[in-house]
């Protein structure tokens, strides 16, 4: 994984509340066996028409979208299924960070787990960050904080260890690999 | 003082978290299924690990199988390529790393939340994962249960353990007792509709009191299936004697010697009387009626018998309602129905087919209503039809299938057409979850049934109290 430290960019908002994992990927695209490729499919059933044109006032397809990596969505976005398809599409599609005031718990692990930003603000932010979309924002890792065109910084919450693996380009896997000797003994005195 | 979860958690503590790191924490059992594992094994190949437990391991297809008895049984190629694909690849992957399948044929396949119960592998105390929202079901058993994505399942396939930060605690405590005709769904459905689809994120339900004391096992398994309906990732129930007398015959529950040091473990779990939590609710069973969804997710819920709400100019909320192509103000009852469906890992065993079918028999599914009744796994549909539920089923006019996830989210091409109303006893109405276009609306078997009858959205009680 590419190490992250920051990511400046205009924004795409889909205010909407509880946008699911179904929305973001619908399940029939789901019977893959690799992880590639799955941008074209993201939230199809709103970016598509019947006959597969492109819905032209869905909030992606404006002109004004293009090249946006952050998305600004309305609160609990991600609930609903596990599929790591969720994120794997977000970031095929060019989206690295995702911003709402919650964000359910399984996309949000597998958001980090792949270098996809989950980025939760307070309602006033929040609220800015709607009534400006293509505003021009920068997340900062690091200092992990968000800052918004008028100059306004705040900060947002993310797990130590996860910003850690995403500074620094490592994965998890290779760290609990690193935690074999304590597995083993874990399973040496082990109940079962 | 401890919770329930507490303990469970502190006892699979290989590394215990810091300010630092996350807990690194051991599972039990793996549960892995044709869609969020290829890609996990995928990397396992990359960088040359083995699975450390292929005996903690167990693979079953369920989300993108046919139905259809000639796909499975008779030599008829599974129409879909792409799942065929899928199929083939988790074959290939289970016996390149040795993980045990219950493959296409096998009679213990089946929905994965399914099969770890009745095989008698959920066990109380355990932890249990699988790359699936769902297995919040298992922890009826007083199991730690939740989904994971597949880059951790590829981090349980390769260590056994995940990196986890503690969760907060939510107790939902359900006094008094459920009325008759009011299932365990109905109550499953009226707690999210109170607590919001995302009241739960951070926490882990511990469901209690009276009310739950009084549910069977699969009933347990129907309420913590949809905790994650309400964003927690897992729901826990304490075990009993009625965990235990489910689990006693199970052929992969402990026997002998075994299972008498498990007793004892699994007696000690139950939280202490005065451990706090988090959060609590407390909700009135007696108070409750059969519920019904109206919109596009699990907590917009009202009774049947009652109508939709009114949030004068919610935008989401409109739209929501648009989608469904219904009406602020108007009672859900008597909606039509075009499609209904019995089945899935919330709804999908025995318990479930013998309540539609006390309804169904007899009578005869409304003219112009597909009705698709699957049973959740093999093993289910063995037993149902050993008791004769299957005619019930064939005589009302509905189609009975083999097993799997079929029509709860449609991806084995068993799907709702655009603009139909279905009315599922799934677990999620989401737009386009049981199609394109599909308007789902969540009910109880018996509610589903009744409505079959009707063709319209039905209380159970119309027929049961006559």
């Not at chain 2, 689809?197 to 951070?202: A, E, H, L, N």
């Amino acid at each position: 994984m590419e190490p992250i430290r920051q990511i400046r960019s205009r924004t795409a908002v889909l205010p909407s509340t509880n946008i699911d994992t179904d929305q973001i990927i619908p399940a029939r695209f789901l019977r893959t066996t690799t992880r590639e490729g799955l941008g074209r499919q993201l939230f199809a059933d709103w970016r598509y028409g019947a006959d597969g044109s492109l819905v032209p006032d869905f909030a992606l397809n404006r002109p004004e979208a293009s090249g946006c990596s952050i998305l600004v969505a309305g609160r609990n976005f991600g609930c609903g299924s596990s599929r790591e398809h969720a994120p794997w599409a977000l970031l095929d599609y060019g989206v690295r960070a995702v911003i709402s005031t919650e964000i359910a718990d399984i996309f949000r692990n597998n958001s980090l787990m792949n270098g996809l930003l989950p980025i939760v603000v307070d309602e006033t932010t929040h609220r800015w960050l709607l009534e400006h979309p293509g505003a021009e924002v920068t997340i900062d890792l690091e200092s992990s904080t968000l800052q918004l065109p008028t100059g306004v910084r705040v900060g947002f919450p993310i797990e130590g260890f996860a910003r850690y693996c995403l500074l620094n380009g490592v994965d998890e896997l290779g760290f609990l690999l690193s935690k074999g000797p304590d597995i083993a003994a874990y399973e040496q005195r082990g109940r079962s | 003082m401890k919770t329930m979860f507490q303990k469970v958690w502190e006892q699979h503590e290989v590394v215990p978290e810091t300010a630092d790191t996350p807990a690194v924490l051991y599972i039990d059992r793996h549960l892995i299924h044709e869609v969020t594992s290829p890609q996990a094994f995928t990397v396992l190949r990359e960088r040359g690990l083995a699975v450390r437990r292929p005996d903690r391991t167990l693979a079953t297809i369920d989300h993108s199988s046919p139905t259809r008895t000639e796909q499975i049984f008779g030599g008829a190629p599974i129409t879909i390529e792409s799942a065929a694909r899928q199929i083939a690849q988790l074959q290939r992957n289970c016996a390149d790393f040795g993980v045990e399948l219950l493959d296409l044929k096998s009679e213990l396949r089946g929905i994965v939340h399914i099969v770890g119960p009745e095989l008698g592998l959920t066990q109380p105390g355990s932890t249990v994962v699988c790359g699936d929202s769902h297995t919040s079901t298992h922890g009826a058993f007083g199991a730690l249960a939740f989904g994971i994505g597949t880059t951790e399942v590829g981090h349980v396939l390769a260590t056994q353990c995940l990196l986890q930060r503690r969760p907060k605690t939510f107790a939902v405590t359900v006094d008094g007792a459920l009325a008759s005709a009011v299932t365990a769904k109905d109550l499953i459905l009226a707690i999210i509709g109170q607590i919001g689809i995302g009241g739960g994120t951070g926490h882990v339900f511990e469901y209690r009191g009276a009310a739950i004391r009084a549910l069977s096992m699969e009933e347990r398994m129907t309420v913590c299936n949809m905790s994650i309906e309400a964003g927690a990732r897992a729901g826990m129930i304490a075990p009993d004697e009625t965990t235990f007398s489910y689990l006693a015959a199970r052929p992969r529950a402990p026997k002998g010697a075994a299972w008498e040091r498990a007793l004892e473990h699994w007696r000690s779990l139950p939280g202490d009387a005065l451990a706090g939590f988090d959060r609590e609710l407390k909700v009135d069973a007696a108070a409750l009626e059969p519920m019904v969804t109206y919109g596009t997710n699990p907590g917009m819920v009202i009774p049947v018998s009652g109508s939709i709400p009114d949030k004068h100019g919610d935008p989401v909320f409109d739209k929501a309602l648009a989608y469904m192509g219904l009406h602020a103000g108007e009672p859900i009852g008597n909606q039509p129905v075009n499609v209904v469906f019995i089945g899935s890992c919330t709804n999908g065993r025995l318990s479930d087919l013998r309540s539609a079918a006390r309804l169904l028999r007899g009578r005869k599914i409304a003219q112009g209503v597909r009705a698709l009744v699957v049973p959740g796994s093999q093993l289910v549909k063995k037993a149902a039809e050993a008791e004769g539920l299957d005619r019930i089923f064939i005589e009302a006019g509905a189609e009975w299938r083999e097993s799997g996830c079929s029509m709860c989210l449609g991806m084995n091409g068993d799907t709702v057409g655009k603009g139909e109303y279905s009315i599922s006893t799934s677990n999620r109405n989401f737009e386009g979850r049981q199609g394109q276009g599909a308007r789902t609306l969540l009910a109880s078997p018996l509610t589903a049934a009744a409505s079959a009858v009707r063709g319209r959205v039905t209380d159970p009680r119309q027929f049961l109290n006559a």
